[in-house]
């Protein structure tokens, strides 16, 4: 039986907070490029159980699973997958997924890697004989395996107590029959709409009447419902060994992509272990490569060395050192970090607490760092959404296509885009993120989590390709340093540095520049300036964040969603 989406159910004051949060997003405009100095929102608060996701409808989907027995890696799942229907250009089947599970009944931390791997026929040889030197960002040269629906799997076997059916639901309805497109999300779609309008499939399945849905309008994806049914019906293998499988290979060989039979069969997950650092009491968890989480406990080690608080929230003097300490944190990414199944990734060392002391005097506190490098520790566009239940099992989720719509290509009458991950790869033979068949791409997309004195206190994360681990470190400052709560953490204006070297191979050639939220003051920006840092204008780019604060002692939930997206945490 497919379960239908429905408000029936849902505690009176779920609803009154999911709609008062709606509310405020037309005045909050599209995809912010500033994060408020006075308070939009407040924190959202419960007892028995909480979803934060970027959009209203799929944190009202979790909610439902969760009020109907469901626990929280249960209402994960279905949040995961109305987003994929809602949010079409951030996520979906052909795309990614990584988790961070806290179970409370064994009382531990368990990491899920479900991303895709690099088809068989993906050789060094092929790129090169087409005279590339970067692999393609979009068409069918950028495809990895996508890993989401495996993810999904592996997370309902472990975890889970609900059917597919019962998961799948209320996305299947939605795709079926239609939802109102929200309005940040419309914004997107419509900046996408030349690039989709170039790939016929992808123009039939995502620009009825050759336009973008507009705000507010209704938009169907039967294509997608079937996909969605498929999984219900045959579980993860109709996805990598029955019709699913087969449609994309079949348009792989039309497109001129390099997917066999093979590359699908063969895909699996991996359940890894977390790794942390300790900042200031809280132990900082995030999974290890082939993503960058690593690159947020980096840059606290080395931030952990100076009094923040003393600084100020938003200061210059605070904000250069986060943004040199990111320019570190980073080279050490563009060299170190990819598959360990296929590199020897030194993550003891570049996480530990001597190398960030080693690495310490290339901060100076007065002027920007222009030449930043790796280190040598030998020595010594996606959705996040977070769910807690009742029992305080929680789930800290990120599931991406990696850029809007990913590679454009949609394959034949399936309903979902797949993702571009392998453009994320080198080209250059001696990089440790070169591109290999069966190897998995360096990824941006990170889940976060905090425990405090063995219990959980913080699931977390930031949304936006390199601006997340930079992102992960902001939102931990506010709330560790600078004493904010869960929802002024994630208000709070943001910078980006941009111009750090890339795992792809692509050098940095000098400091790179800073972009500031339009709420910074203008006296911290001359500051920064008279220090060195080029700085920089973003319209956008800034992240998306969703988080929900365990308090155990008050048996409370706290939740907070980002105003630069279309979400919304609720809770009851």
């Not at 990170?446 to 959980?456: A, E, Q, R, W």
Request: aromatic share 8%; charged share 20%.
């Amino acid at each position: 039986m497919i379960v239908r989406p429905t408000l029936i159910g849902i505690a009176p004051l779920a609803v009154l907070l999911v709609l008062a949060l709606v509310s405020l997003t037309p005045l909050l405009g599209h995809d912010r490029p500033s994060g408020p100095l006075q308070k939009t929102r407040s924190a959202v608060l419960g007892r028995h159980g909480m979803a934060a996701t970027s959009q209203p409808l799929a944190t009202s989907a979790a909610l439902r699973v969760l009020q109907q027995g469901g626990n929280a890696i249960d209402a994960a799942i279905a949040a995961n997958a109305v987003l994929g229907v809602v949010e079409p250009m951030s996520c979906g089947l052909g795309g990614d997924l990584f988790a961070i599970v806290w179970d409370a009944k064994s009382r531990k931390l368990y990491g899920l890697n479900a991303s895709g791997r690099a088809p068989y026929a993906a050789t060094l040889e092929k790129y090169q004989s087409l005279g590339l030197k970067q692999i393609p960002t979009h068409g069918p040269l950028s495809w990895s395996v996508p890993g989401c629906v495996d993810g999904w799997d592996q997370l309902r076997q472990r975890f889970g107590t609900k059917s597919w059916a019962e998961l799948l639901g209320p996305a299947i309805a939605y795709a079926e029959e239609g939802f109102p497109v929200s309005e940040i999300i419309a914004a997107d779609w419509h900046d996408a709409a030349r690039a989709l309008s170039a790939v016929p499939t992808a123009a039939a399945c995502f620009l009825p009447r050759g336009k973008a849905p507009a705000t507010a309008t209704l938009f169907r994806n039967e294509d997608l419902a079937r996909s969605l049914r498929a999984v219900v019906d045959g579980g993860r293998d109709a996805f990598y060994r029955g019709a699913i499988a087969e449609g994309i290979i079949a348009y792989s060989g039309e497109a001129g992509g390099l997917f066999s039979r093979k590359d699908f069969e063969d895909h699996t997950s991996t359940w890894v272990e977390p790794v942390s650092t300790n900042y200031r009491g809280y132990d900082v968890w995030e999974l290890p490569p082939n993503g960058q989480g690593i690159a947020v406990l980096e840059m606290l080690n080395l931030l952990e060395s100076f009094d923040l608080k003393s600084l100020g929230a938003q200061s210059a003097e605070a904000l250069h050192l986060m943004i040199e300490a990111k320019k570190l944190a980073y080279e050490d990414r563009a060299k170190f970090y990819a598959d360990p199944e296929f590199a020897k990734v030194p993550v003891a060392g570049l996480i530990s607490k001597e190398y960030a002391r080693r690495r310490l005097p290339l901060i100076a506190r007065d002027r920007a760092n222009e030449q930043p490098a790796p280190g040598d520790p030998l020595q010594a566009d996606t959705i996040y959404l977070t769910v807690v239940d009742k029992d305080f099992n929680a789930v800290s989720l990120i599931q991406s296509n990696f850029s809007g719509f990913g590679s454009y290509h949609v394959p034949g009458r399936l309903g979902f885009p797949l993702q571009n991950r392998g453009c994320l790869f080198a080209l250059d033979p001696a990089h440790a993120n070169r591109l290999e068949p069966h190897k998995r791409p360096f990824h941006t997309i990170i889940p976060g989590f905090v425990t405090k004195d063995g219990k959980p206190w913080l699931s977390f994360g930031v949304m936006g390709g390199d601006m997340q681990a930079q992102g992960h470190a902001q939102v931990l400052c506010n709330m560790i340093d600078f004493g904010m709560d869960v929802q002024e953490a994630g208000d709070a204006p943001r910078f980006r540095h941009v111009g750090s070297s890339e795992p792809t191979g692509v050098r940095a050639k000098d400091g790179g520049s800073v972009a500031l939220e339009s709420e910074i003051r203008p006296d911290v920006r001359r500051e920064l300036a008279a220090k060195g840092h080029r700085l920089t204008e973003l319209r956008s780019g800034f992240g998306g964040y969703q988080a929900i604060r365990i308090d155990i002692e008050n048996h409370v939930l706290i939740g907070g969603s980002d105003p630069r997206k279309d979400g919304a945490a609720m809770g009851y």
